[in-house]
């Protein structure tokens, strides 16, 4: 049975969207992380040579866009994926929200997420209608174990990495007690002060991959949100559990999409491109923010910036809707964000600088 779902996050921001939109010069929308740059040339070529595709796709992916994922990981994390044990999705979201329900977390079971986090983590527990246990990865690991663990290192909204060694001891645990770790690697392109590792990476979990899964997207990789391209890897018998429960659901990724990822996968120039914009814009709004009397807290890695006033959060979003900067206030990712807002460097040029500006003044 569902577990109650709390509110859609993004609903509550409608007053402040409002208030910020009064401004003069318009609203800079910072509170999403959407991407707002074009999808790469590449990537709209081989979606349209693709787009004759009549037959019914495999749920499990082309070869093409298994082994380029694996390929992939191996070029960019010095990660060993099998490409058999590489399962694409309908972008991340639903596959977080799913991951539960599909491996048979039902009543009684734990799943266990930190307490600052994306809600979806929170949201996989209550479909699957198993209990959420938000833990402070700082102070210890759950007891009794969980039957996940969700990681999200970087992390959204903080930017907070861990540490190769913290994973380590954090995949030791899971494996003493059976748990399965699944570490969220959405940013894992964006380090900036800190330099993240995947949870695949050999320092982190030995040879194996044995109950340990790392989620990718490429929504903010390649800009492709709109596209709905993302994959699961790591232990290969949960992988193949995953893939037979979604042949049965009918959660396939369409072929004209796979053709796009594969596509994307294979590239390195547009990232490298991705990189210098969002550096740039970072460069730009930190010290704007600043020198307004903000304060940005972690945010070592990933594509926002952590802000407080040491005030409650929605007092600081109002501030900044005042000057038409719409963020995100903290605590819609859990208690510990209760003083910040999460502030995205995903907007285009144009706004940041119009920002900028009106923090100056």
Not at 87 to 96: A, C, D, F, N, Y
Request: hydrophobic share 40%.
């Amino acid at each position: 049975m569902i577990k109650a779902l709390p509110e859609f996050p993004w609903s509550a921001l409608a007053p402040l969207r409002d208030r910020a939109a009064r401004h003069p010069d318009g609203i800079v929308n910072l509170a999403l992380g959407t991407p707002v740059d074009p999808a790469p040339e590449i990537v709209q070529q081989a979606l349209c040579s693709a787009a004759d595709a009549p037959s019914h796709p495999a749920t499990e992916g082309t070869p093409a866009l298994r082994e380029a994922a694996a390929a992939y990981l191996s070029r960019r994390f010095g990660v060993a994926a099998e490409a058999g044990a590489v399962l694409p999705s309908v972008g991340t979201k639903e596959l977080i929200a799913w991951l539960p329900t599909v491996l048979s977390v039902g009543p009684g079971d734990l799943v266990a997420y930190p307490e600052l986090s994306f809600p979806t983590y929170d949201v996989s527990a209550r479909l699957a209608g198993a209990t959420p246990v938000p833990v402070n990865l700082d102070h210890g690991l759950p007891e009794p174990a969980p039957r996940v663990l969700w990681l999200n290192t970087p992390s959204n909204p903080d930017g907070r990495v861990l540490s190769a060694d913290r994973m380590r001891e954090i995949v030791s645990w899971c494996r003493e007690r059976g748990v399965l770790v699944v570490n969220d690697e959405c940013y894992l392109e964006y380090g900036w002060e800190q330099e993240p590792i995947s949870i695949l990476h050999p320092e982190v979990c030995g040879d194996s991959h044995t109950g340990v899964l790392a989620v990718h997207t490429l929504s903010k990789r390649s800009n492709l949100a709109g596209y709905r391209a993302g994959f699961i890897t790591g232990d290969p018998r949960v992988v193949q559990e995953m893939l037979e429960v979604r042949r049965h659901a009918g959660l396939i990724l369409p072929t004209p999409i796979a053709a796009a990822m594969t596509a994307a996968l294979a590239d390195d120039t547009h990232v490298e491109l991705q990189r210098e914009r969002y550096a740039r814009r970072r460069a730009q709004l930190r010290p704007a923010l600043e020198a307004r009397g903000l304060r940005v807290d972690h945010s070592d890695s990933g594509l926002y910036l952590w802000v407080t006033r040491d005030e409650p959060c929605w007092d600081t979003a109002a501030f900044l809707a005042d000057e038409g900067i719409l963020g995100a206030p903290g605590s819609i990712y859990g208690r510990p964000g209760e003083n910040h807002v999460r502030l995205a460097v995903t907007a285009t040029d144009e706004r940041i600088a119009s920002a900028v500006a009106r923090l100056a003044r």
